[in-house]
């Protein structure tokens, strides 16, 4: 909560990626950082990052974060907690001795406001940080290179952000940010992956005509087309277990109430942990299109936007996930993410698991985004199970 208030915007919270609030955000958790014994420093594309290097350990860490960039007019706890949380769990560490050295991040860059690409931060340390990135201008045509120059950091420096081979895998903690948590009254659950995205937009093309001369059999409606196709969309994805497809956004011409719709544009966006189902859901909804559009006498053109694959966890870490939550007297709970982190773009570098805590009212990217004291409670005595576990593995 104290985190939240190091904003651009008074009143609302919103930090993106190295502007100003983010030193604020530096000075309060490199302190925090320094009177907990860790090694603070600060990578080239502003991540911040403390050592705990434990006595007699392996010379392997474990990277324990998450991010503290923040969507416009954010709630306080996406990513933040998993920051402030890896702290804690870094400091009972120290603490109680543990034979295993920790490396905390907070990744500079998850949301990908500023620049309209997410994950710079852990693209960085995943050593996937692509040198054009540098040149992406943000709304007020300041560069990704001029920004971490402004910051004082030197952007020739990022491959050394990069982990190397002492880094063993990586743990995050996130809200979950869904209410499948709260509708199963659990705190906590293992995150098995995040799931892969197909992402489309299909326009519907017919005929505008005046809506008072035109009789209902000879129209070429291309809102009703979309309309009934919307439809499609919502029964296959209740049809198909665990798919998730959503038409959020339709334009329509010439929009307006006594014109018959000359053309409807639509979004498609596919979700699922298997890119076997999620490629066969969106070949249906694909084919329902077009069977609505053949039907109708319209035109149907379809643009595909992006095609993400799922990334699955670490099967053994989340077993060790899984073994913790037991440990900690609570229900195993199994969860995909329908949303991206951090996790996602390291498990490409190192084995990585993820701990989701429960999100009241399922309700995240908006101010009143919220999370229980328990949970948080439950969430550290977890995830200090799991540590324990990983210590005892690499011994």
Do not use: Y
């Not at 930090?15 to 907990?36: G, K, W, Y």
């Not at 804690?88 to 991040?105: F, M, W």
């Not at 809200?175 to 199963?184: F, T, Y």
């Not at 059999?217 to 919307?230: F, G, K, P, V």
């Amino acid at each position: 909560m104290l985190l939240a208030a190091m904003t651009e915007e008074p009143g609302r919270i919103t930090r993106r990626f190295l502007t100003a609030p983010m030193h604020s955000v530096h000075a309060h958790l490199r302190a925090r950082m320094e009177t907990i014994g860790l090694a603070a420093r600060v990578d080239a594309t502003g991540n911040l990052r403390g050592l705990r290097q434990a006595q007699g350990a392996s010379g392997k860490r474990l990277l324990i974060g998450s991010h503290i960039d923040t969507v416009p007019d954010a709630g306080p706890f996406d990513g933040v907690l998993g920051v402030t949380m890896a702290l804690e769990l870094a400091a009972l560490a120290e603490e109680r001795g543990l034979a295993l050295s920790i490396e905390v991040i907070a990744f500079s860059e998850e949301e990908g406001v500023r620049f309209g690409v997410p994950f710079l931060g852990s693209r960085a340390v995943a050593g996937r940080f692509d040198s054009g990135l540098l040149a992406l201008a943000d709304r007020d045509g300041t560069t990704v290179e001029s920004a971490i120059r402004a910051f004082g950091l030197d952007p020739d420096n990022i491959g050394e952000a990069a982990a190397g081979d002492e880094a063993m895998a990586f743990f995050e903690m996130h809200i979950e940010q869904g209410p499948v948590l709260e509708d199963d009254k659990l705190s906590v659950a293992a995150v098995t992956g995040v799931v892969g995205q197909t992402r489309l937009t299909l326009e519907f093309i017919g005929q505008a005509n005046h809506a008072g001369t035109t009789p209902m059999a000879l129209r070429r409606d291309a809102l009703t087309a979309a309309a009934e196709w919307i439809g499609e969309v919502e029964a296959c994805a209740r049809r198909i277990e665990c798919l998730a497809a959503t038409v959020g956004k339709i334009i329509v011409k010439p929009n307006a109430a006594n014109v018959v719709a000359g053309s409807a544009e639509l979004s498609l966006d596919v979700r699922h942990m298997l890119d076997t189902s999620r490629l066969a859901a969106t070949e249906e909804l694909v084919a329902a299109a077009g069977a609505v559009a053949e039907r109708r006498g319209l035109t149907l053109r379809i643009r595909k936007l992006s095609e993400t694959p799922a990334v699955p966890m670490d099967e053994r870490l989340t077993a060790f996930v899984c073994d913790a939550i037991e440990a900690a007297g609570e229900p195993v709970k199994r969860i995909s993410s329908g949303a991206g982190h951090d996790a996602m773009v390291m498990a490409a570098r190192m084995p990585t698991a993820m701990l989701f805590l429960r999100s009241p009212g399922g309700i995240s990217h908006h101010p009143a985004e919220s999370v229980l004291a328990d949970d948080v409670e439950t969430g550290l005595r977890v995830a200090w199970n799991f540590l324990e576990r990983l210590a005892a593995d690499v011994r």
